[in-house]
């Protein structure tokens, strides 16, 4: 099974830029659908983007459409969300997470079985 460590995260002003990483351990990175979440205090975590296991099919949250990409590096074992045009509301914890079968909705968090640690993203207004 995957082990999965985010990294990027920290504190930026509204209109600013980060980048996040996801570095998976393992062999199998690539056998994986995998998905970026965030999650705010006293909210649901909830769905940012997915991208396919090959990395030709990605979906976005219309709330981040035009603003994040996400893109993976399976030689590399690793997966990034590019975050721009950021807003006070997109501050909350963002998890990575790795999802083994392609069937089912890439959009429901069940559907993911590993899930890293988290990094904070802050956004300043």
């Known amino acids: 099974q995957v082990q999965l460590v985010e990294s990027g995260g920290g504190l930026v002003q509204a209109g600013g830029s980060l980048r996040l990483s996801c570095a998976a351990s393992g062999r199998t990175f690539s056998s994986y659908g995998m998905g970026w979440f965030r999650q705010a205090p006293g909210e649901e975590r909830e769905f940012m983007a997915s991208?396919?296991?090959?990395?030709?099919?990605?979906r976005y949250a219309d709330s981040v459409k035009g603003r994040f990409t996400i893109s993976r590096d399976n030689a590399m074992n690793t997966l990034y969300l590019q975050m721009n045009s950021l807003k006070p509301e997109d501050t909350a914890m963002y998890y990575c997470?790795?999802?083994?079968?392609?069937?089912?909705?890439?959009?429901?968090?069940?559907?993911?079985?590993?899930w890293g640690q988290g990094t904070q993203v802050t956004v300043s207004s």
């Open positions: 991208i396919s296991r090959s990395g030709i099919i990605t």
């Open positions: 997470a790795a999802r083994p079968s392609p069937s089912g909705r890439d959009t429901d968090a069940n559907e993911y079985n590993t």
